[in-house]
């Protein structure tokens, strides 16, 4: 039986001696079962990505300036955040409670009544406590006019007070009332004389409330040193308020205009040096440039 093997033909070397083929290829053609075809060659494989060379990735450097503010920002942070933590601590820690309240000012009140009103804010926060609470808290006490306070940590309150000035004596029955230039009542007496001011015999009630302003605001105008010397007022219509000095002499002072200046010239006047043969019983300042004696 014929065998159905192909045959191999490989080429031979030359002898020696022989010529070689022009074209530099063999005269023997090999041909074997195992090769695989030329025409048949597979393509060559692609490398898989494991097996590629990695990318190259540039890192660049942040800029300054972006740096600085970003470095800026977060200390800013930290800074709002310490000072917020120590506002909460002054303001709501009981380290600085008010302890203790100390009063100036008074006159007409003693600083014991400021602070028995004041009762309520103990214990309280200093940087709690404003100027408003305090007023509220000291309205009951009608000679109290303005208050401002001054906290001293860690626990001292300073309440400065100014009081209204009082201005006359308003007679009702046998009780003199104690008024200022608004003329609310700050206390009363049955004596006068022990209190160096002048003597509105009624009051609004009974002189009207416009005569009874008219006098407050001339009073109010007037130097301490002035106001003492005075024995009463009185006015027939707010043109024409009067003052009685306690040497019996009338002032004339017409109406509340120009009372500053009234005021000046009145106080001057009464600084002159008296003549015992011409004795003055009459000042008239209701012209204030062009004052009269006589």
Same mark, same amino acid.
């Given at each position: 039986?014929? =065998?159905?093997?192909? $045959?191999?033909? @490989?080429?031979?070397?030359?002898?020696?001696?022989?010529?070689? $083929?022009?074209?530099? #290829?063999?005269?023997?053609?090999?041909? =074997?079962?195992?090769?695989?075809?030329?025409?048949?060659? =597979?393509?060559? +494989?692609?490398?898989?990505?494991?097996?590629?060379?990695?990318? /190259?990735?540039?890192?660049?450097?942040?800029?300054?300036?972006?740096?600085?503010?970003?470095?800026?920002?977060?200390?800013? !942070?930290?800074?709002?955040?310490?000072?917020?933590?120590?506002?909460?601590?002054?303001?709501?820690?009981?380290?600085?409670?008010?302890?203790?309240?100390?009063?100036?000012?008074? @006159?007409?009140?003693?600083?014991?009544?400021?602070?028995?009103?004041?009762?309520?804010?103990?214990?309280?926060?200093?940087?709690?406590?404003?100027?408003?609470?305090?007023? #509220?808290?000291? #309205?009951?006490?009608?000679?109290?006019?303005?208050?401002?306070? +001054?906290?001293?940590?860690? =626990?001292?309150?300073?309440?400065?007070?100014?009081?209204? /000035? *009082?201005?006359?004596?308003?007679?009702?029955?046998?009780?003199?009332?104690?008024?200022?230039?608004?003329?609310? #009542?700050?206390? !009363?007496?049955?004596?006068?004389?022990?209190?160096?001011?002048?003597?509105?015999?009624?009051?609004?009630?009974?002189?009207?409330?416009?005569?009874?302003?008219?006098? /407050?605001?001339?009073?109010?105008?007037?130097?301490?040193?002035?106001?003492?010397?005075?024995?009463?007022?009185?006015?027939?219509?707010?043109?024409?308020?009067?003052?009685?000095?306690?040497?019996?002499?009338?002032?004339?002072?017409?109406?509340?205009? +120009?009372?500053?200046?009234?005021?000046?010239?009145?106080?001057?006047?009464?600084?002159?040096?008296?003549?015992? @043969?011409?004795?003055?019983?009459?000042?008239?300042?209701?012209?204030?440039?062009? *004052?009269? /004696?006589?």
């Amino acid at each position: 039986m014929a =065998s159905t093997r192909r $045959p191999t033909y @490989k080429a031979g070397r030359p002898a020696k001696g022989k010529a070689q $083929p022009r074209n530099g #290829q063999a005269d023997v053609i090999s041909a =074997s079962k195992d090769a695989p075809a030329a025409d048949h060659a =597979s393509p060559p +494989e692609r490398p898989s990505p494991s097996d590629r060379p990695a990318a /190259t990735v540039l890192s660049f450097p942040e800029p300054k300036r972006k740096r600085i503010r970003r470095n800026i920002i977060l200390a800013a !942070s930290i800074i709002a955040a310490l000072v917020a933590g120590l506002l909460a601590v002054v303001v709501y820690s009981p380290v600085f409670a008010v302890q203790t309240v100390t009063v100036d000012g008074t @006159k007409m009140l003693t600083p014991q009544q400021v602070k028995d009103a004041l009762e309520p804010l103990h214990g309280k926060p200093l940087p709690q406590v404003n100027d408003d609470e305090v007023k #509220q808290l000291l #309205q009951p006490l009608v000679q109290v006019k303005e208050v401002t306070t +001054e906290a001293r940590p860690p =626990s001292v309150l300073v309440v400065h007070i100014h009081e209204r /000035t *009082p201005v006359a004596l308003v007679k009702q029955g046998d009780v003199f009332q104690l008024v200022d230039v608004d003329g609310v #009542q700050l206390g !009363s007496t049955q004596d006068p004389g022990s209190i160096q001011l002048p003597v509105i015999d009624g009051g609004a009630g009974v002189i009207g409330k416009d005569l009874f302003k008219a006098i /407050t605001a001339v009073l109010a105008a007037l130097p301490a040193d002035v106001l003492a010397r005075l024995s009463d007022a009185s006015a027939k219509s707010v043109d024409a308020v009067e003052l009685k000095l306690v040497d019996g002499q009338t002032i004339i002072w017409g109406n509340a205009g +120009e009372k500053e200046l009234k005021a000046r010239v009145l106080a001057a006047l009464l600084k002159a040096p008296a003549d015992p @043969k011409n004795p003055v019983q009459v000042y008239d300042v209701s012209v204030p440039r062009h *004052p009269v /004696t006589r």
